[in-house]
C-alpha cells in the first residue's frame, strides 16, 4: 500500500509540475522546433525574400502583441508604485536601485575588457578579411547624450508614448562672398578674391524617430505619482484607477503568453532562414565566444554572488523562477517587450514585493543594461586589435566609462546597441565605420546580452527588497488592509476616538473633528 501511495504522490508531484511549468516547458519545446524547422525549410527549399516575411508572420504577431502592452503596463505600475511609496520610501529605492545598476554594470565592463585583452580575438585577423554589413550610423557624442536628457522631458506627452526625439547636425552653408572688382585704364580687369573658410559650420536640425520614449514616460510617471501621493483623498480615485489599469494590463499579458509559444517557434525559424552568410560566424568565432564566455561569467557568478551576499538566498533557484522571462529575452531580443513577462515571473514565482517590482523594473529595462556595456567593451577593443591600434590605459578607462555611460542610454529595442557603439569607438579615436564589422553577428549576440540585462533587473529586485525590507515592514504596520487589493478603502466607525483619517502616501492624517474613521491600506 505504501508503494502504490508513494507512485500516486509521485504522478501527483510530476502533474503538478507539468501544469506550474507548462508554458516554461512549451516555449522550451518551441525553441527546439524553431530550430528544426529553419534548418529544414533553409536545406530542403528556396523561399524569397516576400515568402520568408510570409513565414515570419506569426512571430511578428507575437511581437507586437507585446510591445502593444509595454505603455500602459509602465505608466500604470511606475505611478501606483511611487504613490504607494511616501517620498522619503521611493528615494531610497530608487537610490538603492541605481547604485545597484551601476555598480553591475562596472563590474561588467571590467569583466568584458579583462577578456579581450586576454583572449585577443582580434590579433589573429585581418579587418579586410571580414565582410562588411550595413552603414555606420551618423551619430556624435555629445549630441547623443543631450538627446538622452532632452527625451527625459518631452514637449508632448502622448508623443512621447510614440516618438522619440532626436538631433542631426546640418552644415550651414557659408554666406555669399562678394568679388572684388577692379579697373585699370585703358584695359577693364575683372580680378576676384575670394577667401575660403575652411572651417565648417553647424547647426542641430530635430526630428523625431518611432518609437516609445520610456525614459521621458518614467520621468513623468515618477513625478506624477509622487504627486498622486501627496494629494491625500483627492489623489485616490486617481491611484485606483491606475491600479485596476495594471491589473487588467497583467490578464492581458496572461492571455498572450498562451500564444508565446506558436510566436516564438516562427520567430526563431524565420531568422534562421534569413540569415545569408553562415561562414561569418567561424570567421568571428573567436570574438563571439569572448562576449558569450563574459556573459555567462557575469551571470553565473557576478550577479548570483552579489544576490546571494546580500539576499542570503539559493540565486540559482531565484534564476529558476525567472527562467520564462529569459527565454523571452533570448528569443525577441527586447528588454522592454519582455517586460511584461519579466513583471509575471518577478512577482508570482519569486514572490517579490509588489510595491518594488512596479518601481524598480520599469527603470531596469530601460538603464540597466549589463550585458550591452560588456559587449561595447568588447566589441571597441577587439576593433582595436583588429586595426593594430594599441590602446594605453587612459583609452582603456575612457572605453569602460563611456561603455558604462552609453548603455544607459541604450534604449530597451533590438540593436540600439549599434548606436551606442559607435560612441564607444569615436570616444577613442577609433574608426566609427569599424562597426559594420561586427553587424553580421550583432543579431545572435543581442539575444544573449537582452537575456543577462532581464536578468540583472530581476536580481536588482530581489536585492532591493531585501535592503528595503525595514521601510516596507514600516509600511505595512501603518496599514492593515487586505495585500491582494492594494487601496481598498475600509470605513470603521470609531465612537471613542471620533477621529477623522486621510489618505496621504500610505498613512495617515489625523484630523479630530468627524466620527467617520477610514483605514486605508497601500500594500500591494
Not at 254 to 263: A, D, E, L, N, T
Not at 508 to 520: G, Y
Request: with cysteine.
Amino acid at each position: 500500500m505504501d508503494m502504490i501511495g508513494n507512485k500516486e504522490r509521485r504522478g501527483m508531484n510530476f502533474k503538478g509540475l507539468l501544469r506550474r511549468n507548462w508554458l516554461l516547458i512549451a516555449t522550451i519545446v518551441s525553441v527546439l522546433l524553431g530550430v528544426g524547422l529553419g534548418v529544414v525549410v533553409r536545406e530542403y527549399s528556396s523561399l524569397s525574400y516576400l515568402s520568408k516575411q510570409y513565414f515570419g508572420f506569426p512571430g511578428e504577431i507575437l511581437m507586437r502583441m507585446l510591445k502593444l502592452v509595454i505603455l500602459p503596463l509602465i505608466i500604470s505600475s511606475m505611478i501606483t508604485g511611487v504613490a504607494a511609496l511616501d517620498s522619503e520610501v521611493s528615494g531610497k529605492i530608487g537610490l538603492r536601485a541605481v547604485i545597484y545598476y551601476f555598480s553591475t554594470t562596472i563590474i561588467a565592463v571590467i569583466l568584458g575588457i579583462i577578456l579581450v585583452m586576454a583572449i585577443k580575438p582580434g590579433v589573429s585577423q585581418n579587418a579586410d578579411h571580414i565582410d562588411r554589413v550595413g552603414t555606420t550610423p551618423n551619430v556624435t557624442t555629445v549630441d547623443t547624450l543631450l538627446d538622452l536628457i532632452r527625451n527625459m522631458f518631452p514637449e508632448n506627452l502622448v508623443q512621447a508614448c510614440f516618438q522619440q526625439y532626436k538631433t542631426k547636425r546640418k552644415e550651414v552653408e557659408p554666406p555669399n562672398v562678394q568679388a572684388e572688382t577692379s579697373t585699370i585704364a585703358p584695359l577693364t580687369t575683372t580680378i576676384s578674391a575670394v577667401v575660403e573658410n575652411i572651417t565648417k559650420e553647424y547647426k542641430l536640425v530635430g526630428s523625431y524617430s518611432d518609437g516609445i520614449n520610456v525614459l521621458g514616460l518614467i520621468v513623468f510617471c515618477v513625478a506624477f505619482g509622487l504627486v498622486i501621493g501627496k494629494m491625500g483623498e483627492k489623489g485616490r480615485i486617481l491611484l485606483e484607477f491606475f491600479d485596476a489599469l495594471n491589473d487588467a494590463t497583467m490578464k492581458l499579458v496572461q492571455i498572450i503568453m498562451c500564444y508565446m509559444p506558436v510566436g516564438i517557434l516562427f520567430l526563431i525559424a524565420a531568422k534562421i532562414i534569413e540569415v545569408e552568410d553562415w561562414e561569418i560566424f567561424r570567421k568571428m568565432g573567436l570574438y563571439m565566444v569572448t562576449v558569450l564566455s563574459g556573459l555567462a561569467i557575469h551571470s553565473i557568478i557576478c550577479l548570483p554572488l552579489i544576490f546571494f551576499v546580500i539576499v542570503r538566498k539559493n540565486p540559482y533557484t531565484f534564476t529558476l523562477g525567472m527562467a520564462q522571462a529569459l527565454v523571452t529575452a533570448l528569443m525577441i531580443s527586447s528588454s522592454s517587450a519582455t517586460l511584461p513577462v519579466t513583471f509575471r515571473c518577478a512577482e508570482e514565482n519569486n514572490r517579490i514585493d509588489k510595491r518594488i517590482t512596479r518601481f524598480v523594473l520599469p527603470v531596469g529595462a530601460t538603464i540597466n543594461m549589463d550585458g550591452t556595456a560588456l559587449y561595447e567593451a568588447v566589441a571597441a577593443i577587439f576593433i582595436a586589435q583588429l586595426n593594430n591600434y594599441a590602446l594605453d590605459v587612459g583609452q582603456i578607462v575612457t572605453i569602460s566609462i563611456t561603455a558604462t555611460v552609453a548603455s544607459i542610454g541604450a534604449a530597451g529595442v533590438p540593436n540600439a546597441g549599434l548606436v551606442t557603439m559607435v560612441i564607444v569607438l569615436t570616444a577613442v579615436g577609433l574608426p566609427a565605420s569599424d562597426v559594420t564589422l561586427i553587424v553580421a553577428v550583432d543579431w545572435l549576440l543581442d539575444r544573449f546580452r537582452t537575456m543577462i540585462n532581464v536578468l540583472g533587473d530581476a536580481y536588482g529586485a530581489g536585492i532591493v527588497e531585501k535592503l528595503s525590507k525595514r521601510e516596507l515592514e514600516r509600511m505595512d504596520l501603518n496599514s492593515d488592509g487586505d495585500v491582494s487589493n492594494p487601496f481598498a478603502l475600509e470605513a470603521t466607525l470609531d465612537d471613542d476616538e471620533c477621529e477623522k483619517k486621510s489618505y496621504v502616501n500610505g498613512g495617515f492624517t489625523v484630523d479630530k473633528t468627524d466620527a467617520i474613521s477610514f483605514t486605508e491600506t497601500s500594500q500591494f
